[in-house]
């Protein structure tokens, strides 16, 4: 059968909407962007332990005293882990793109009910919105929006609505025939029968809808740190990158807390909003026995009370951020910035993350406010060349980024090469006595699982790994390059060291895995991996001219390769988390670097 190229089809249709309905994607975005800033600013406003007050009585209106308690004790749990501004950015995500799904999926499930024409047209499209993989609604949404929240926000509504629309059409389905005959016969119109029979007596089975699209609305965000939405969802996806354990469960479990929290409130909503749930409510309470205590624990509050309730903790915590508010201190050294906002991307591999954190301090003693995120390298070029993100400062060229630069060359600026002459290769423990070469791989594959541990699929160099060096050594039906991430091939590299056991990776020189592992770079005969790389400052298209005294500084950036390994290595030692407190210290342990990278002077 012919080769159908239907993702070519699919990149030319995104082409086109990107060039002529720009506009549109733009209205969009300025709309959606500002209704999640400011719920985000209503929820992240106030002190973390009011507002888990605030969440609490909601909680004990909604399920009773014990749900409180409980829920402020983990609310309170995940300030603990210093996880609150990214647990309110989730929650502010959530809360944003439910509604967003719920004025869509409520009419269309209506719609769907009251025609089956509709209803089997929604069908198959209802279908494959939700049975497509939740990472793919992320590539149109970087297309057309660029990082941050609103590609999360437009994945999750596509990927939340299905329930919504079912739920509303299966219910209104389920309401008994007669009744709206009844209705219909007393002359009521279709409009009241609907709104005044058919919803009410459905609204059990919308709720239950409701609340299925908020767990996969929050399903869907944490996924959509991926794409830089933030949140907790990106504390996540860092976590997992970088190997982070410890970071890993805590931010695993403010996802979880988060999740019952909205699961069990979304749950008992309908015990207030349905005349069923409030009939059922009423009658369990009259019927209820037991000790005081119990009765106690039961007891929720009427609406006034909760509101009376919300309100107070509300007015406190406004009053503290009047009494707390106050000028900020800029930081140390000449104020040349006059704290203007400059965005740093950097992708998880170690001299990135090593000259980001770096640079964030020095901008910061220059009285720059740099914002720090990390994404994969495809997002990353994507919202330089879009402007969303300023500058990065780890684009391996001419082959390692070789497509991403050719792609977008156009919409970046070249800042220079700060690092060089580089070296990719493939890389052995030295306990490997009898392999030497990449030609000494053949016949060995048993030895190595018959597997290349690698790191992220859309690097350049597993590109070339897989069409090139693999297969001019004849090992490409011997030997399988398994892509995962930086972090998870150096940690496949250490448990492999200490059982000495084979193991082959992907490499690069300058990386302090040399100086902490005995290893040794395969020989390349045929030259396949090419010349040594530079190491590039890659910035927006207008970077020089938003950022020209930045722009001044980075064009003259170089680091000796005796810099970089004390650099990284101090990373290293400072853990996971740490970055920044470590970057700080080794420049703090060589002042002539601040000078040096960033002159005060004119």
Same mark, same amino acid.
Request: net charge neutral; no cysteine.
């Given at each position: 059968m012919p080769r159908i190229h239907f993702g070519q089809w699919v990149e030319s249709a995104v082409s086109w909407l990107q060039t002529h309905l720009n506009w549109l994607f733009d209205a969009i975005s300025t709309v959606l962007t500002g209704a999640y800033d400011g719920v985000n600013a209503v929820l992240g406003a106030s002190h973390p332990l009011l507002m888990a007050g605030i969440l609490a009585v909601v909680a004990w209106y909604l399920r009773g005293l014990l749900a409180a308690v409980a829920a402020f004790a983990g609310l309170a749990l995940i300030d603990s882990f210093e996880m609150w501004d990214e647990a309110m950015a989730t929650l502010s995500l959530v809360l944003v793109a439910s509604v967003i799904t719920l004025l869509m999926a409520v009419p269309l499930g209506i719609w769907a009910s009251r025609s089956r024409a509709v209803s089997g047209a929604l069908r198959p499209v209802l279908d494959v919105m939700q049975t497509m993989p939740a990472f793919v609604y992320l590539i149109p949404g970087v297309m057309f929006f660029s990082i941050g929240?609103?590609?999360?926000?437009?994945?999750?509504?596509?990927?939340?609505?299905?329930?919504?629309?079912?739920?509303?059409?299966?219910?209104?389905?389920?309401?008994?025939?007669?009744?709206?005959? /009844? !209705? %219909?016969?007393?002359?009521?119109?279709?409009?009241?029968?609907?709104?005044?029979?058919?919803?009410?007596?459905?609204?059990?089975?919308?709720?239950?809808?409701?609340?299925?699209?908020?767990?996969? @609305?929050?399903?869907?965000?944490? $996924?959509?740190?991926? !794409?830089?939405?933030?949140?907790?969802?990106?504390?996540?996806? @860092? !976590?997992?990158?970088? &190997?982070? $354990?410890?970071?890993?469960?805590?931010?695993?479990?403010?996802? &979880?807390?988060?999740? $019952?929290?909205?699961?069990?409130?979304?749950?008992?909503?309908?015990?207030r909003v349905s005349p069923l749930g409030r009939r059922a409510l009423a009658k369990a309470a009259a019927t209820a026995?037991?000790? @005081? #205590?119990?009765?106690?624990?039961?007891? %929720?509050?009427?609406?006034?009370?909760?509101?009376?309730?919300?309100?107070?903790? /509300?007015?406190? @915590?406004?009053?503290?951020?009047?009494?707390?508010?106050?000028?900020?201190?800029? /930081?140390?050294?000449?104020?040349?910035?006059?704290? *203007?906002?400059?965005?740093?991307? #950097?992708?998880?591999?170690?001299e990135a993350v090593a000259t980001t954190y770096l640079w964030q301090n020095v901008l910061e003693d220059r009285g720059y406010k740099p914002d720090v995120k990390q994404l994969d390298p495809g997002p990353l070029y994507t919202s330089l060349a879009q402007g969303q993100m300023d500058v990065q400062f780890d684009s391996w060229l001419p082959t390692t980024h070789k497509r991403y630069w050719e792609l977008y060359r156009d919409r970046l600026t070249d800042l220079g090469t700060w690092y060089g002459p580089t070296?990719?290769?493939?890389?052995?423990?030295?306990?490997?006595?009898?392999?030497?070469? +990449?030609?000494?791989?053949?016949?060995?594959?048993?030895?190595?699982?018959?597997?290349? &541990?690698? +790191?992220?699929?859309?690097?350049?160099?597993?590109?070339?790994?897989?069409? *090139?060096?693999?297969?001019? #050594?004849g090992l490409d039906g011997e030997y399988k390059v398994v892509s995962s991430t930086t972090?998870?091939?150096?940690?496949?590299?250490?448990?492999?060291?200490?059982?000495?056991?084979? $193991?082959?990776?992907?490499?690069?020189?300058?990386?302090w895995a040399y100086a902490k592992y005995d290893l040794k770079k395969l020989k390349d005969p045929k030259g396949v991996w090419g010349s040594g790389e530079q190491i590039h400052t890659i910035g927006k298209k207008d970077f020089a001219e938003d950022f020209p005294k930045v722009a001044d500084w980075m064009r003259k950036f170089t680091m000796s390769e005796k810099e970089l390994a004390s650099l990284e290595a101090e990373l290293q030692n400072g853990g996971k988390g740490k970055e920044k407190e470590s970057a700080r210290r080794w420049l703090d342990a060589h002042p002539d670097m601040l000078d040096r990278l960033a002159p005060a002077g004119a």
């Open positions: 929240p609103m590609p999360g926000l437009i994945a999750t509504v596509v990927f939340s609505m299905p329930p919504g629309v079912r739920m509303t059409e299966l219910g209104i389905r389920q309401v008994d025939g007669e009744l709206v005959e /009844a !209705a %219909r016969a007393f002359g009521t119109t279709p409009r009241d029968t609907l709104t005044r029979v058919q919803l009410p007596l459905a609204l059990p089975t919308i709720m239950a809808g409701v609340n299925q699209v908020i767990m996969l @609305a929050l399903s869907m965000v944490v $996924i959509a740190g991926m !794409a830089g939405a933030g949140g907790l969802g990106e504390a996540v996806y @860092a !976590a997992v990158t970088q &190997v982070d $354990i410890g970071g890993g469960v805590e931010s695993g479990l403010a996802v &979880v807390i988060l999740a $019952i929290y909205v699961d069990r409130m979304t749950g008992a909503l309908n015990q026995r037991g000790a @005081a #205590y119990a009765t106690v624990l039961r007891y %929720r509050p009427g609406t006034a009370v909760a509101t009376v309730g919300v309100v107070v903790l /509300a007015l406190v @915590a406004g009053g503290m951020n009047m009494a707390g508010g106050g000028k900020e201190t800029v /930081a140390a050294g000449a104020d040349i910035g006059h704290g *203007k906002r400059i965005k740093l991307g #950097y992708f998880p591999w170690d070296s990719l290769e493939l890389t052995v423990p030295s306990y490997m006595k009898d392999v030497n070469s +990449i030609d000494d791989l053949k016949g060995k594959g048993g030895q190595f699982g018959g597997k290349v &541990v690698g +790191i992220e699929s859309s690097a350049g160099n597993m590109g070339m790994l897989n069409s *090139k060096v693999l297969k001019e #050594y972090s998870t091939m150096l940690a496949e590299l250490d448990r492999a060291y200490n059982k000495k056991q084979p $193991i082959v990776v992907p490499l690069w020189s300058p990386h």
